[in-house]
């Protein structure tokens, strides 16, 4: 009697447990609000709409990935942006799956349970670290592979990294101390420079001749925001700027009218940019951009996209100093010597 219980016990015992392992085996699993596509979904509607690639690294057995989704990737606005500007790719690095990318085909030869992609192994570069990000330019020559858990924060430089492409003029440690000033740092507030409207420039020239310098931004430019809390404020910067120039803070989406010359522009509800703007880069508004005009109101030059401390001190010395009247950009560039230090 007493062995017949035990069996009924233990037969009980068996059916709780394999009930609850079920529940839990059919328990969706959390992988936050990000639309994730497939490797080769992604693959081909970037050769339709090109757009940065995201990958996300992770195993099974990977709690930090498990823990990223129901943080990072369950953030609203985080999510909602990776949704609009990437595609977003969630790849198991231990996957048997056959994967076709970019013309390639990769394959697991492993015969082991943890065995690895060779998809995961190219891309992480042979560094098998879970969860690993990998942000990708569309036309796959920019690789920028950042290893370990990222919140919410920690993701936002490497985002705006890659979309307003700041990958193409500087290092991504640069942008990340960068960005880092800007938001992160107190005493950015106790810092300033001297910035004017385009017409309060215009004016002042007229009486104390000096070069302008106007930096093109938006309200919704990321990069934007942080060039101006971090290259203009750093003192080497400022001092000189506040000297030489006329520094114009200027939204290209303003509504001011702008006397330029004998022209005045005015912004319309079907232009995206203020025309002033369009007509100095030819309609092809690049955010941010440094428009640099001489003493006289000539315009000389526009420099486009995001640049750090070290490399606008070059920028301004070339036009500040008037080197751009005697010597090509390329030859001084190789020999300028900063007063500020490299740090990558």
């Not at 949704?83 to 492993?110: L, S, W």
């Not at 104390?208 to 106007?214: D, F, G, Q, S, Y």
């Not at 506040?242 to 702008?258: G, M, W």
């Not at 401390?309 to 090509?328: L, P, R």
């Amino acid at each position: 009697m007493k062995i017949k219980l035990l069996l009924i016990s233990l037969f009980l015992i068996s059916q709780i447990s394999l009930f609850a392992q079920t529940k839990q085996n059919n328990k969706k699993e959390n992988t936050g609000l990000v639309k994730w596509l497939t490797i080769e979904q992604a693959d081909s509607l970037n050769k339709k709409q090109p757009k940065p690639f995201l990958i996300d690294f992770y195993t099974d057995w990977c709690g930090w990935c498990k823990h990223m989704m129901k943080t990072t990737y369950s953030n609203p606005q985080i999510a909602g942006y990776i949704n609009e500007r990437f595609y977003p790719v969630r790849f198991n690095a231990e996957t048997h799956d056959t994967i076709n990318f970019n013309g390639k085909q990769y394959i697991n030869t492993g015969i082991v349970k943890r065995s690895t992609n060779d998809f995961a192994k190219e891309f992480m570069e042979g560094r098998m670290s879970y969860p690993t990000t990998l942000f990708m330019s569309s036309d796959y020559k920019i690789k920028l592979r950042i290893p370990g858990y990222l919140d919410s924060k920690k993701i936002e430089p490497f985002l705006v990294y890659m979309v307003e492409y700041v990958f193409g003029t500087t290092n991504v440690n640069d942008f990340n101390d960068d960005w880092n000033m800007a938001f992160n740092d107190s005493t950015t507030d106790k810092k300033s420079v001297n910035w004017y409207g385009l017409n309060q420039a215009i004016r002042l020239q007229k009486k104390e001749k000096k070069p302008i310098v106007i930096f093109v931004n938006t309200d919704w430019c990321n990069s934007c925001k942080v060039m101006k809390r971090s290259t203009f404020l750093t003192d080497t910067i400022s001092k000189y700027l506040n000297k030489k120039f006329y520094l114009v803070d200027f939204n290209a989406q303003s509504q001011d009218t702008i006397k330029y010359g004998n022209q005045i522009f005015f912004k319309t509800k079907k232009e995206i940019f203020h025309p002033f703007i369009s007509q100095i880069e030819n309609k092809r508004v690049v955010l941010p951009s440094l428009i640099f005009i001489d003493e006289n109101g000539k315009i000389l030059s526009s420099v486009p996209f995001y640049h750090n401390a070290y490399e606008a001190e070059t920028i301004i010395h070339f036009f500040g100093d008037n080197y751009y009247k005697t010597q090509k950009w390329e030859d001084f560039y190789k020999t300028f010597k900063h007063s500020l230090t490299k740090k990558y």
